[in-house]
Antibody, heavy 123, light 107 residues
Framework: QVQLVESGGGVVQPGRSLRLSCVAS????????FHWVRQAPGKGLEWVAL????????SSADSVKGRFTISRDNSKNTLSLQMNSLRADDTSIYYC????????????????WGLGAMVTVSS | AIQLTQSPSSLSASVGDRVTITCRAS??????LAWYQQKPGKAPNLLIY???SLESGVPSRFSGSGSGTDFTLTISSLQPEDFATFYC?????????FGGGTKVEIK
């Protein structure tokens, strides 16, 4: 069964750190690029970061640049998001998502999503 | 960053209605656009990629069109399970921005 399962969410004080993990199963993890997408309570979707299939390329949104780091361990089928200097406006559900694989270069969509991990930043 | 503007932000429709949602990009993005459906408490689900290609397993009543700056998602005959929020997303350039969403409610 193809699935992604996030973990590591919780309540954290402003300025502290948290690390999210996303474990993949049912497919060859190392063949795919992955993304993190977040959704604040009652709000829309916001793209956070991406990492290429081999970890050689990453990119992130300006809102998290310099604070969040995306990484992966292909030997453990695990995607991670290290979140530092957390702020109240980082409070969101964080989803990991698999990039749809296509025979041509480019990103076309996210075809598999995890259930999400809730991160609440509050004193 | 490329901005995506969806309209309307919400709509009320009846089962069997034809529904059209629009997504406008702040600059040309060719066909680098996807559409998602999200139901309450669930993760988004990919419906359309490359502006008009139907994702495997998605009912054929969903269709997408457009290129450049103007895109459309159409539901040909709205079904009870289609009531949800729909989002567009562009992949022409980083950051991969989403539209603000369109909530489709029961009339």
């Amino acid at each position: 069964q193809v699935q992604l399962v996030e973990s590591g969410g919780g309540v954290v004080q402003p300025g502290r750190s948290l690390r999210l993990s996303c474990v993949a199963s049912g497919f060859t993890f190392s063949n795919y690029a992955f993304h993190w997408v977040r959704q604040a309570p009652g709000k829309g979707l916001e793209w956070v970061a991406l990492i290429s299939y081999d970890g050689s390329h990453t990119s992130s949104a300006d809102s998290v640049k310099g604070r969040f780091t995306i990484s992966r361990d292909n030997s453990k089928n695990t995607l991670s998001l290290q979140m530092n200097s957390l702020r109240a406006d980082d409070t969101s559900i964080y989803y990991c998502a698999r990039e749809k694989q296509m025979p041509m270069i480019g990103t076309f969509g996210f075809d598999i999503w995890g259930l999400g991990a809730m991160v609440t930043v509050s004193s | 960053a490329i901005q995506l503007t969806q309209s309307p932000s919400s709509l009320s429709a009846s089962v069997g209605d034809r529904v059209t949602i629009t997504c406008r990009a702040s600059q040309g993005i060719s066909t680098a656009l996807a559409w998602y459906q999200q139901k309450p408490g669930k993760a988004p689900n990919l419906l359309i990629y490359d502006a008009s290609s139907l994702e495997s397993g998605v009912p054929s009543r969903f269709s997408g069109s457009g290129s450049g700056t103007d895109f459309t998602l159409t539901i040909s005959s709205l079904q009870p399970e289609d009531f949800a929020t729909f989002y567009c997303q562009q992949f022409n350039d980083y950051p991969f921005t989403f539209g603000g969403g369109t909530k489709v409610e029961i009339k």
